[in-house]
């Protein structure tokens, strides 16, 4: 196994700064404070594209390095910087890289599953070129589709989550479907993970290859994390899609660990509903948050 291994890594992160938080950067111009849009007035560049890049650069920034002492990780969701084009992406990899130099562990939310030769492509393009510490990804192509991620996570350091059992609503539409076994498609999915997580292990018995589970389904989620011993979750869905820090206590191992519950909104535009400066108010909400996690992980 490579020296530096993504669950010990991330483990070691929970422990130190006594917190399961991520926060995602899930940039809306829309939701900008007014402090940042002014500051960047649309007439001073050629396109909207270059106009909302100045004001996230900004907003991102400050975020992430006042966040420092509450987060444990930055989970980028590349849909919104591609959204911008080319300087969109620009933004993206600097974010990327930001993140990183800050000291957090940095999760490229991306969620692609291809064929084989390309997934290598998605693989190096976010992995190797931009370099994330993980990334998401889809299963529905099967294993050839995700093995390039996986590869990197044997032989580089590197973390996959697989989307499992996602937050969003209509979820169920596929993930809860019953397969002849009697068990849903998401149980089966579960038992892929355990497979495909095989001598990844890291020395404190995590593996790198980890699972996206929902914290909109709490019930689902104990489950899993019974079916799924050692394999690091990726919660969404906490605060502005519903789920609460009791929701999530069985989502956590005996130990009090192996899970991270990723908040974007509530965290980023805190300011909208907390009196006082955005940068603060974000402070504050993710502090909130880290403490009420400790705390359903039996151990606040």
């Known amino acids: ?164 059992k996602t937050s969003n609503p209509s979820s169920s539409e596929l993930q809860d479907l019953p397969l002849a076994s009697g068990g849903p498609v998401y149980g089966r999915v579960a038992e892929l993970v355990n497979g495909w997580g095989e001598g990844t292990e890291g020395r404190r018995g995590y593996r790198a290859v980890g699972a996206v589970v929902g914290g909109t389904h709490p019930e689902q989620g104990a489950k899993l994390r019974r079916q799924m011993p050692g394999v690091p979750l990726l919660i969404p869905g906490y605060g502005a899609q519903g789920a609460l820090a009791r929701d999530l206590a069985a989502f956590f191992d005996a130990q009090g660990t192996g899970a991270v519950v990723n908040s974007a909104r509530a965290i980023l535009y805190a300011y909208r509903k907390r009196a006082g400066d955005w940068r603060e108010a974000a402070l504050q909400e993710a502090r909130e948050m880290r403490v009420a996690l400790w705390a359903a992980a039996g151990r606040g």
């Open 1 to 164: 196994m490579p020296e530096e291994h993504f669950a010990d890594r991330l483990l070691t992160a929970i422990e130190e700064k006594r917190s399961h938080v991520i926060v995602g950067l899930d940039p809306d111009y829309d939701l900008l404070p007014a402090e940042i849009t002014t500051r960047y007035p649309r007439a001073g560049y050629e396109t909207d594209a270059e106009m909302k890049v100045a004001c996230f650069r900004e907003f991102l920034t400050a975020l992430l390095d006042g966040l420092r002492p509450e987060v444990v990780a930055a989970k980028i969701q590349v849909a919104y910087f591609e959204a911008l084009g080319a300087a969109g992406y620009a933004l993206y990899q600097s974010m990327v890289s930001l993140a990183a130099e800050l000291g957090y562990v940095v999760i490229a939310d991306v969620k692609r599953g291809d064929i084989g030769s390309t997934a290598e492509a998605y693989a190096r393009a976010h992995l190797d070129v931009v370099g994330a510490d993980a990334v998401t990804v889809n299963p529905y192509f099967g294993t050839d589709g995700l093995e390039p991620f996986f590869r990197r996570a044997r032989e580089g350091g590197k973390g996959v989550f697989v989307l499992v």
